[in-house]
């Protein structure tokens, strides 16, 4: 059973630019959530997606937009990339089962660095 | 911002001992879940625990939950070199997101 497979691995990007991260949740998850972890600080939300809807939002700006596709698999597209952009971006999936206490499973990760 | 702590920042301890991290938080939670995570890598799902539960077992690790004082702790029992990592708690509450802290890096000297 395959867990949460994000790509690329390592990217780096002009300021400016734009970037595209994808990931493939966990077999039988149907939500999708993405974390922004820069060095040394532990993750913050991005916003999540369920019924390829964008259900909850965190405190990023509109250059954060992202995607869920049919089969559950998501895309955060990131815009007009900044230095502060680089981080590890991580894509979370879990069952959507509202108050009963889901478990999160998180992928490897997207290293982004913005030079 | 975050909204949960860990503590220590950092410990450094030697094999064969025991690890506790703490954890404080701010609002009311549903659950809060541990993660591991080694050196540039993902988070590793360690314990989920209910905000009706007081203790789980997984192990070596043993989770404690006091939501009357609004904080966990972990304990990694008899630790191993390969158990260095940061570890993290995470606040689920009323949404679906998880509000972490900045982590405890744990350090097992052979």
């Known amino acids: 059973d395959a867990g949460v497979t994000q790509s690329p691995t390592h990217l780096i990007k002009t300021r400016g630019q734009q970037v595209t991260l994808r990931c493939s949740p966990k077999?039988?998850?149907?939500?999708v959530s993405w974390y922004q972890q820069a060095l040394g600080q532990g993750p913050q939300f991005i916003f999540q997606?369920?019924?390829?809807?964008?259900?909850q939002r965190g405190n990023f700006p509109d250059r954060f937009s992202g995607h869920q596709f049919p089969n559950y698999s998501s895309e955060l597209n990131v815009n007009a990339l900044l230095l502060g952009d680089s981080a590890l971006y991580l894509c979370a999936s879990s069952l959507d089962r509202p108050y009963s206490g889901n478990t999160i499973y998180f992928g490897e990760g997207s290293w982004l660095t913005v030079v | 911002s975050q909204q949960g702590e860990e503590d220590p920042q950092a410990l450094s301890i030697q094999e064969g001992e025991n690890a506790t991290m703490n954890c404080s938080y701010k609002t009311s939670i549903n659950n809060l879940q541990w993660y591991r995570q080694n050196s540039g890598r993902g988070l590793v799902h360690l314990i989920l625990i209910r905000s009706n539960e007081r203790e789980k077992h997984s192990g070596r690790l043993r989770v404690t939950l006091d939501t009357s004082k609004k904080s966990s702790s972990l304990l990694i029992t008899a630790s191993r070199a390969a158990d260095t990592a940061s570890y993290f708690c995470?606040?689920?509450?009323?949404?679906?997101?998880?509000?972490f802290g900045k982590g405890t890096k744990l350090t097992v000297n052979p």
């Open positions: 077999s039988g998850h149907d939500t």
């Open positions: 997606y369920y019924e390829e809807e964008e259900r």
């Open positions: 995470a606040q689920q509450g009323g949404s679906e997101k998880l509000v």
